[in-house]
């Protein structure tokens, strides 16, 4: 998915932050601005940019998006009745990271459009496909494009199911099994050609265009400014040696991990964020974020 992240170029570490003088590996300056009250009245700017890693052109936090999160409200909670987020006032046209297309991602023929209940424009094309009952199979997966799990259904032809052929290594007769198998496929193909497709699947597009009426949360928000994955797959060892975690594994590599013995990847949360501008300018994300709340009760994570 592609957001609309602005990217600022002017980017400043601020020198007269009050733990400037100390400022030592990033790491450490986190574990320090954590403890105590050390956040308390300071900007939420100054104690983000004071844990960053810098580069060139992105900045880089040893957090995840969770990590952040609960750096964000430690700060919050010391500062409860004086949020002080930023020396700089962001501009008044600032806006978060919304979803803004002109046409649908999927097909950009479809031009029918509907409003879901949290205010998210969607594609609404509709299509109707007609599948023959005895081969209909479904797989559900997670659409990307309109972000909700789907069911989608397919037609499974018996041509694909053609049995292998085999001989008999000393006759060099067919086999007796595969003669069998082979009337069972024409079986099934002339049931195939003659069943009528009144097995009727109707597909709704649902794509999202645009999701800027949306309250999001801060972890939408700060997903959709990091440019790192949000998880990582890591291995007991190598890709190469035995797996010591099997009992987390799921069915399918379970299974697969009997004949390989080779450990298939762990699906981790990234523990590293990066973003294309300082924390100063984080914050004024964040500050947006807090914004579209007026009763304060702020939604922190993704529902
Ligand atoms: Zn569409
Ligand atoms: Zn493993």
């Known amino acids: 998915m592609v957001y609309t992240v602005k990217e600022i170029d002017d980017n400043w570490m601020d020198p007269d932050f009050k ?12 574990e320090f601005l954590m403890q105590n009250k050390n956040m308390k009245d300071e900007y939420l700017g100054a104690c983000l ?18 990590g952040i999160i ?15 987020w930023n020396e700089k006032a962001h501009s008044k046209n600032f806006s978060l990271s919304y979803i803004k297309l002109d046409k649908c991602p999927r097909d950009e023929n479809h031009n029918r459009t509907i409003k879901d209940l949290s205010g998210r424009v969607r594609c609404a094309h509709k299509s109707e496909k ?17 972000q909700v799990c789907v069911v989608n259904y397919w037609e499974d032809e018996p041509t694909d199911n ?10 060099g007769k067919l086999l007796e099994d595969y003669e069998k198998e082979w009337e069972k496929y024409e079986e099934q193909m002339k049931k195939f050609k003659e069943e009528k497709p009144t097995f009727i699947f109707e597909d709704i597009c649902y794509s999202i265009l645009s999701d ?14 990091n440019l790192e994955p949000r ?42 964020t990066i973003h294309p501008f300082s924390g100063w300018k984080l914050t004024w994300y964040v500050q947006k974020w807090y914004e579209q709340f007026v ?3 702020v939604l922190v994570f993704k529902k």
């Open 162 to 171: 053609l049995p292998d052929c085999a001989w008999d290594e000393n006759t």
């Open 130 to 146: 007609g599948l023959k009952p005895s081969f209909v199979r479904s797989f559900n997966y997670f659409d990307k494009n309109s």
């Open 19 to 30: 733990f400037f003088v100390n400022r030592g590996a990033p790491k450490k300056c986190m």
């Open 295 to 297: 009763d304060k009760q």
């Open 212 to 225: 800027e009426k949306v309250v999001l949360s801060l972890e939408e928000v700060l997903d959709r400014l």
């Open 231 to 272: 998880t990582k797959t890591v291995y007991c060892r190598d890709r190469f040696s035995l797996c010591k975690r099997v009992d987390e594994l799921k069915k399918s590599d379970k299974e697969a991990y009997k004949l390989t013995r080779r450990c298939p990847g762990h699906e981790e949360e990234n523990n590293q």
């Open 49 to 66: 940019d004071y844990i960053r890693w810098g580069g060139q052109e992105t900045v880089m936090y040893e957090l995840g998006t969770k």
């Open 70 to 84: 609960n750096f964000i409200q430690q700060w919050m909670n010391l500062n409860e009745n004086n949020l002080i």
